[in-house]
């Protein structure tokens, strides 16, 4: 299995910084994309931030300018620099990764378990 532990949430004004931080560990073979996803109450999830793993990165048009994403391929971990936020940005963030097993198993999908991002104005 593939495990995904995100921190760095919590509590910030607006206009203020936070950085989310998501190692990935387990039975790794090689990991592809890595990216962050948010979740605000009564929204559906969607796209943050994707970086591959030769560091090409998307990013959400409303979080363009402000985030940043980057990856530690030797730590497998993602980053998600997040500057100027606003209360809009409020939501869980979940990590994602598509990460191959072994060297003859596809890539598959795994998701963190979340932490909270709170942005008061």
């Known amino acids: 299995q593939v495990q995904l532990v995100e921190s760095g949430g919590g509590l910030v004004q607006a206009e203020g910084s936070l950085r989310l931080s998501c190692a990935a560990s387990?039975?790794?073979?090689?990991?592809?994309?890595m990216g962050w996803y948010r979740q605000a109450p009564g929204k559906q999830r969607e796209l943050v931030a994707t970086i591959t793993r030769g560091s090409t990165t998307t990013y959400a048009d409303s979080v363009k300018g402000r985030f940043t994403i980057s990856r530690d391929n030797a730590e497998n971990t993602v980053y998600l620099q997040m500057n100027s936020l606003k209360p809009e940005d409020t939501a869980v963030y979940y990590c994602n990764t598509r990460a191959a097993r072994s060297y003859f198993s596809e890539a598959t999908e795994y998701w963190g378990q979340g932490t909270q991002v709170t942005v008061s104005s």
């Open positions: 387990g039975s790794i073979f090689r990991i592809d994309s």
